[in-house]
């Protein structure tokens, strides 16, 4: 308990900015991670590719088998071996983000996320800027969000309330970018008999209702706890 404290101290104190001095270095090093995690250069085709978190996690082969073709897990699985085998493909993408945010802390990413994304993030969302990172993994994939929110909490970036908000932000449209771009984009590729496109609102529109949803949801969060910490001021145990 008194290591959580001494943690959650140190963790607010960087939050706030003290003591950081923000120079080139790590300002290139957080553009890069965001970059890495956002999804901006997933099936480009070309070397690009390589700057993409999803592209890099790659995908398990698949087993040729009339009239079906399957991965490693196989079909009709069930129970905890089914459970297991399932466990088995979240490990490697938890590994690469997990890998890939620590050689972005060494280069001082993270310092530059608290010191830009603060007053971003505290004003909307009600979390410090070290979540930024988290916040934009997320996007992409909900295990890998989910894990690095873990971590932080436990390196004492983020208090007990701030974890409950920001949980409340993942679990609304869940890796919005990959779901939503990944099942959105055959959608709005359907065409009519006559040729025309069946629908055509542009996808950002959409895309833009759920981010505003999610922070929506959030702050609705924010407000929850308010009243609950208010009312156990006020009428205590």
């Not at 996007?139 to 909490?153: I, P, R, S, Y």
């Amino acid at each position: 308990m008194e290591k959580r404290k001494k943690d959650l101290a140190a963790g607010t104190g960087r939050a706030s900015g003290q003591g950081v001095r923000l120079g080139i270095g790590p300002c290139i090093a957080l553009l890069f991670t965001c970059i890495f995690f956002s999804g901006i250069f997933k099936g480009s085709g070309n070397w690009t590719g390589i700057l993409d978190f999803s592209t890099l996690c790659g995908s398990f082969g698949s087993i040729v088998t009339q009239p079906k073709v399957m991965t490693f897990a196989g079909a009709g699985g069930s129970g905890a071996k089914d459970g297991f085998l399932f466990a088995c493909s979240l490990l490697p993408p938890v590994m690469l983000a997990i890998g890939m945010i620590q050689v972005s802390e060494h280069f001082g990413a993270l310092e530059a996320a608290r010191k830009l994304m603060t007053p971003l993030l505290k004003s909307c969302l009600g979390i410090p800027g070290a979540a930024g990172l988290t916040l934009i993994a997320s996007l992409q994939n909900v295990d890998v969000g989910a894990v690095m929110t873990k971590e932080l909490w436990e390196a004492g970036e983020i208090t007990d309330r701030q974890r409950s908000i920001f949980a409340a932000f993942q679990l609304s449209g869940g890796a919005v970018i990959v779901n939503f771009f990944g099942s959105g984009a055959a959608l709005f590729a359907l065409t009519c008999a006559d040729g025309s496109l069946a629908v055509t609102m542009p996808m950002i529109i959409p895309f833009t209702v759920i981010v505003a949803f999610k922070i929506f949801g959030t702050n609705l969060m924010r407000l929850y706890l308010h009243f609950m910490e208010r009312e156990s001021e006020i009428c205590p145990e």
